[in-house]
Protein backbone atom coordinates (compact mmCIF):
# COMPACT_ATOMS: atom_id res chain seq x y z
CA UNK A 1 0.00 0.00 0.00
CA UNK A 2 1.17 3.61 -0.82
CA UNK A 3 2.07 5.86 1.83
CA UNK A 4 -0.24 9.22 1.30
CA UNK A 5 1.79 12.19 2.86
CA UNK A 6 0.38 14.92 4.72
CA UNK A 7 2.23 17.48 1.46
CA UNK A 8 -0.32 15.30 -0.42
CA UNK A 9 -3.41 15.67 1.69
CA UNK A 10 -2.45 19.37 2.27
CA UNK A 11 -2.64 19.79 -1.77
CA UNK A 12 -5.79 17.86 -2.01
CA UNK A 13 -7.42 20.32 0.30
CA UNK A 14 -5.71 22.91 -1.73
CA UNK A 15 -6.87 22.27 -4.69
CA UNK A 16 -10.37 21.42 -3.51
CA UNK A 17 -10.39 25.21 -2.21
CA UNK A 18 -9.34 26.59 -5.41
CA UNK A 19 -12.31 24.45 -7.11
CA UNK A 20 -14.40 25.24 -4.88
CA UNK A 21 -14.02 29.02 -5.16
CA UNK A 22 -13.98 28.70 -9.05
CA UNK A 23 -17.38 27.00 -8.75
CA UNK A 24 -18.60 29.92 -6.80
CA UNK A 25 -17.33 32.62 -9.02
CA UNK A 26 -18.68 30.94 -11.82
CA UNK A 27 -22.07 31.01 -10.24
CA UNK A 28 -22.11 34.81 -9.16
CA UNK A 29 -20.57 35.46 -12.64
CA UNK A 30 -23.49 33.69 -14.04
CA UNK A 31 -26.28 35.51 -11.78
CA UNK A 32 -24.81 38.77 -12.30
CA UNK A 33 -25.32 37.93 -16.09
CA UNK A 34 -28.68 36.68 -15.59
CA UNK A 35 -29.72 39.75 -13.52
CA UNK A 36 -28.06 42.14 -16.43
CA UNK A 37 -30.15 40.36 -19.05
CA UNK A 38 -32.99 40.59 -17.03
CA UNK A 39 -32.16 44.79 -16.47
CA UNK A 40 -32.19 45.02 -20.35
CA UNK A 41 -34.83 43.02 -20.97
CA UNK A 42 -36.72 45.54 -18.64
CA UNK A 43 -35.42 48.55 -19.91
CA UNK A 44 -35.89 47.33 -23.83
CA UNK A 45 -39.50 46.40 -22.90
CA UNK A 46 -39.78 50.03 -21.15
CA UNK A 47 -38.62 52.01 -24.24
CA UNK A 48 -41.23 50.06 -26.37
CA UNK A 49 -44.25 50.54 -24.07
CA UNK A 50 -43.14 54.42 -23.92
CA UNK A 51 -42.99 54.14 -27.64
CA UNK A 52 -46.30 52.14 -28.28
CA UNK A 53 -47.84 54.76 -25.81
CA UNK A 54 -46.42 58.14 -26.74
CA UNK A 55 -49.34 60.85 -27.52
CA UNK A 56 -48.46 61.30 -30.99
CA UNK A 57 -48.13 57.23 -31.80
CA UNK A 58 -51.90 56.63 -29.98
CA UNK A 59 -53.44 59.45 -32.24
CA UNK A 60 -51.83 58.17 -35.26
CA UNK A 61 -53.29 54.89 -34.46
CA UNK A 62 -56.84 55.94 -33.66
CA UNK A 63 -56.83 57.79 -37.45
CA UNK A 64 -55.49 54.49 -38.65
CA UNK A 65 -57.89 52.38 -37.29
CA UNK A 66 -60.88 54.35 -37.88
CA UNK A 67 -59.61 54.93 -41.32
CA UNK A 68 -59.70 51.01 -41.78
CA UNK A 69 -62.91 50.73 -39.97
CA UNK A 70 -64.37 53.34 -42.91
CA UNK A 71 -63.00 51.38 -45.49
CA UNK A 72 -64.48 48.12 -44.40
CA UNK A 73 -68.08 49.55 -43.66
CA UNK A 74 -67.96 50.25 -47.24
CA UNK A 75 -67.37 46.72 -48.18
CA UNK A 76 -70.25 45.84 -46.25
CA UNK A 77 -72.36 48.45 -47.54
CA UNK A 78 -71.40 48.35 -51.51
CA UNK A 79 -69.91 51.54 -53.04
CA UNK A 80 -69.49 53.25 -56.45
CA UNK A 81 -66.06 54.79 -57.21
CA UNK A 82 -65.66 57.59 -60.39
CA UNK A 83 -63.01 55.25 -62.71
CA UNK A 84 -62.34 58.29 -64.92
CA UNK A 85 -64.54 61.21 -67.05
CA UNK A 86 -64.47 61.28 -70.68
CA UNK A 87 -66.38 63.70 -72.95
CA UNK A 88 -68.54 64.89 -69.79
CA UNK A 89 -69.37 61.34 -69.21
CA UNK A 90 -68.77 60.14 -65.94
CA UNK A 91 -67.34 56.28 -66.01
CA UNK A 92 -67.96 54.17 -62.82
CA UNK A 93 -67.73 51.02 -60.84
CA UNK A 94 -69.99 49.34 -58.84
CA UNK A 95 -68.43 47.22 -55.51
CA UNK A 96 -72.15 45.46 -54.42
CA UNK A 97 -72.08 44.90 -50.60
CA UNK A 98 -70.11 41.92 -49.20
CA UNK A 99 -71.69 38.73 -48.83
CA UNK A 100 -71.63 34.89 -46.96
CA UNK A 101 -68.39 34.41 -45.29
CA UNK A 102 -67.06 37.40 -47.03
CA UNK A 103 -69.46 39.37 -44.56
CA UNK A 104 -69.04 37.41 -42.13
CA UNK A 105 -65.38 38.06 -41.70
CA UNK A 106 -65.09 41.40 -42.20
CA UNK A 107 -67.84 41.65 -39.38
CA UNK A 108 -65.85 39.95 -36.83
CA UNK A 109 -62.74 41.84 -38.29
CA UNK A 110 -64.98 45.74 -37.64
CA UNK A 111 -65.55 44.41 -34.09
CA UNK A 112 -62.30 43.39 -33.02
CA UNK A 113 -61.46 46.69 -34.52
CA UNK A 114 -64.02 48.90 -32.69
CA UNK A 115 -62.99 47.06 -29.18
CA UNK A 116 -59.06 48.32 -30.41
CA UNK A 117 -60.81 51.95 -30.85
CA UNK A 118 -62.28 52.44 -27.79
CA UNK A 119 -59.03 50.85 -26.15
CA UNK A 120 -56.65 53.53 -27.72
CA UNK A 121 -59.18 56.44 -27.47
CA UNK A 122 -60.11 56.00 -23.57
CA UNK A 123 -56.17 56.11 -23.53
CA UNK A 124 -55.74 59.41 -25.31
CA UNK A 125 -58.50 60.75 -23.29
CA UNK A 126 -56.56 59.87 -19.99
CA UNK A 127 -53.03 61.59 -21.82
CA UNK A 128 -55.25 65.06 -22.81
CA UNK A 129 -56.96 64.72 -19.13
CA UNK A 130 -53.38 64.47 -17.45
CA UNK A 131 -51.33 67.18 -19.81
CA UNK A 132 -49.53 64.85 -21.36
CA UNK A 133 -51.20 65.06 -24.70
CA UNK A 134 -52.61 68.16 -26.69
CA UNK A 135 -56.03 68.16 -28.40
CA UNK A 136 -55.66 70.65 -31.53
CA UNK A 137 -57.65 71.14 -34.41
CA UNK A 138 -58.92 73.02 -36.87
CA UNK A 139 -61.97 73.87 -34.57
CA UNK A 140 -59.25 75.87 -32.19
CA UNK A 141 -56.53 77.11 -34.26
CA UNK A 142 -57.17 79.84 -37.18
CA UNK A 143 -55.52 81.37 -39.91
CA UNK A 144 -52.38 84.11 -38.02
CA UNK A 145 -52.58 82.20 -34.98
CA UNK A 146 -48.68 80.53 -33.59
CA UNK A 147 -48.50 77.14 -33.45
CA UNK A 148 -45.28 75.86 -31.55
CA UNK A 149 -43.32 72.65 -32.45
CA UNK A 150 -40.27 70.91 -31.42
CA UNK A 151 -39.68 73.90 -29.19
CA UNK A 152 -39.96 76.43 -32.16
CA UNK A 153 -43.00 78.84 -32.72
CA UNK A 154 -44.42 79.02 -36.25
CA UNK A 155 -47.07 81.50 -37.74
CA UNK A 156 -50.18 79.76 -38.92
CA UNK A 157 -50.82 80.64 -42.79
CA UNK A 158 -53.57 77.96 -43.45
CA UNK A 159 -55.91 76.07 -41.70
CA UNK A 160 -56.21 72.13 -42.99
CA UNK A 161 -58.61 69.14 -41.57
CA UNK A 162 -55.57 67.10 -40.09
CA UNK A 163 -52.85 69.71 -40.28
CA UNK A 164 -52.27 73.28 -40.42
CA UNK A 165 -49.76 75.39 -42.77
CA UNK A 166 -46.87 76.43 -41.46
CA UNK A 167 -43.39 78.39 -43.64
CA UNK A 168 -40.85 75.77 -43.76
CA UNK A 169 -39.19 74.94 -40.97
CA UNK A 170 -35.72 75.06 -43.07
CA UNK A 171 -36.63 78.46 -44.03
CA UNK A 172 -37.12 78.81 -48.31
CA UNK A 173 -39.82 80.44 -49.54
CA UNK A 174 -42.04 76.75 -49.63
CA UNK A 175 -44.49 75.98 -46.75
CA UNK A 176 -44.63 72.68 -44.69
CA UNK A 177 -47.77 71.11 -43.19
CA UNK A 178 -47.99 70.21 -39.44
CA UNK A 179 -50.14 67.82 -37.94
CA UNK A 180 -52.38 68.80 -35.19
CA UNK A 181 -51.02 65.90 -33.07
CA UNK A 182 -47.49 67.03 -32.91
CA UNK A 183 -48.71 70.73 -32.37
CA UNK A 184 -47.21 71.39 -28.38
CA UNK A 185 -48.03 75.13 -28.11
CA UNK A 186 -50.93 77.70 -29.43
CA UNK A 187 -51.00 81.15 -29.25
CA UNK A 188 -53.88 82.95 -30.95
CA UNK A 189 -53.34 85.80 -32.99
CA UNK A 190 -55.15 88.23 -30.66
CA UNK A 191 -52.84 87.53 -27.53
CA UNK A 192 -49.70 87.40 -29.89
CA UNK A 193 -50.72 91.58 -30.97
CA UNK A 194 -51.70 92.05 -27.22
CA UNK A 195 -47.92 90.66 -26.54
CA UNK A 196 -46.25 92.92 -29.30
CA UNK A 197 -47.84 96.14 -28.77
CA UNK A 198 -46.99 95.56 -24.83
CA UNK A 199 -43.32 95.14 -26.06
CA UNK A 200 -43.36 97.75 -28.25
CA UNK A 201 -44.82 100.20 -25.84
CA UNK A 202 -42.62 99.20 -22.96
CA UNK A 203 -39.78 99.84 -25.64
CA UNK A 204 -41.50 103.25 -26.50
CA UNK A 205 -41.34 104.55 -22.71
Do not use: C
Not at 56 to 80: H, M, P, S, Y
Not at 121 to 131: F, H, M, N, S, V
Amino acid sequence: MRHVDSGEHSESRHRGAIDKAHRATGKAIAATDAAKDARNRAAAAAVTTRARYSPVTVANRIDKLTAEQRKDQRLLDGFERTLFVQNGIRRTEKTTPAQGAHREKITQRMAERADQIAYWEKTRAEQIADGSATNYGPDTITKGDAVAWRGTWYPVKRVNKKTVTIPSIVGGSWTDTMPYTEITGHKKAADLMATNSTEQEAVGE
